[in-house]
């Protein structure tokens, strides 16, 4: 109930009860309603501002456990970057060594990262999205570049077994060390020809055996090139390796293969003989690259041991007559 006030009379010397004017009512009212608004209005800024409603509370907890999360998940990340890094250098040096594959460019491997801005996209004030979203796209970017990197290793380390398989590499002859005919070998280079007995370059090497020895191919390829001749190379076979190889067998007994036919090296193509112009039974081994004429010695090296290899060598360097 409001207080009544009171004002003194002086000429009737009492007290009279004030009655306010309906204005004066009315402000004093509006002027209650705005202190309680305001009031009302303080109390809910400072209870929002330091102590959160339970929506509020819950959400910064959620928040803590996110930044907690990002702060693990940007540590694993840059981890996996640092691993990624460590095979790729691994690779590159094994690949190298083993394959002469050149390793990812430096630049290339640590170049700048691509992807879409975020800036302005945080989890708090100081923890941004946008550092973690370019390592894990350099990862990524990092991890096609590897892949890429190990098609092509596959696709060498393919090519190299080809290469390794095809190009010639074992005797056409095979003879064992005890063997008398190792000693009567005539090599690549300036010989005396048993015939014309003058000095010519001999472009191959003359593997002397019993007649009817087996010749074999000396690495994978296509028969190109079946020749039946009475002079110079007699009954020949050139094989085609690939990779610019070629491997000619000359007069030879008997041919065991045709034109066009597969080969598999260390399978029998044909018979030591004597034809065309030879003065012994033997195989006239010639391998060539790119069509040039090189030494076949540094092609025989199936299962020799130092010593046997030397044998070899010395007895293909004597200068001597050649049996073409």
């Not at 109390?43 to 929002?48: A, C, D, H, N, R």
């Not at 630049?107 to 992807?115: F, L, R, S």
């Not at 190792?182 to 020809?193: I, Q």
């Not at 020895?213 to 009475?230: D, E, H, M, Y």
Request: charged content about 25%; some cysteine; aromatic content about 8%.
């Amino acid at each position: 109930m409001a207080k009544k006030q009171y004002t003194y009379d002086v000429s009737t010397d009492t007290f009279m009860e004030i009655t306010p004017s309906p204005k004066r009512r009315i402000a004093k009212a509006i002027a209650y309603m705005i202190s309680v608004f305001v009031t009302a209005f303080l109390f809910y800024f400072v209870f929002s501002f330091y102590l959160p409603s339970p929506r509020e509370a819950s959400l910064m907890e959620k928040m803590d456990h996110l930044k907690s999360e990002y702060d693990i998940m940007n540590a694993e990340v840059n981890d996996m970057i640092a691993v990624l890094d460590n095979i790729k250098d691994r690779d590159s040096e094994v690949y190298e060594l083993l394959l002469g594959a050149q390793p990812i460019d430096k630049h290339i491997w640590h170049g700048g990262i691509g992807g879409h801005d975020i800036e302005g996209e945080v989890i708090t004030d100081d923890v941004s999205l946008t550092a973690l979203t370019n390592s894990i796209e350099e990862m990524e970017r990092k991890l096609v570049l590897h892949s890429k990197y190990l098609d092509e290793v596959e696709q060498s380390a393919k090519e190299d077994d080809l290469r390794k398989q095809n190009i010639p590499s074992i005797r056409p002859v095979q003879m064992s060390k005890s063997d008398t005919y190792v000693h009567m070998l005539s090599g690549f280079g300036m010989r005396k020809h048993p015939v014309h007995k003058v000095n010519r370059m001999h472009k191959g090497i003359d593997f002397p055996a019993r007649r009817g020895t087996p010749v074999i191919a000396t690495g994978n390829g296509t028969v190109v090139s079946v020749k039946r001749r009475r002079t110079g190379y007699g009954r020949s076979i050139l094989i085609d390796h690939g990779f610019g190889y070629t491997s000619l067998y000359a007069h030879l007994d008997k041919i065991e293969v045709k034109k066009g036919q597969k080969i598999k090296r260390g399978e029998q193509i044909g018979t030591i003989g004597r034809t065309g112009t030879a003065t012994a039974p033997h195989v006239h081994y010639e391998v060539r690259r790119n069509g040039q004429a090189i030494n076949p010695i540094q092609y025989c090296m199936d299962g020799l041991s130092p010593e046997e290899y030397n044998t070899l060598l010395e007895a293909a360097c004597q200068h001597n007559h050649s049996f073409d």
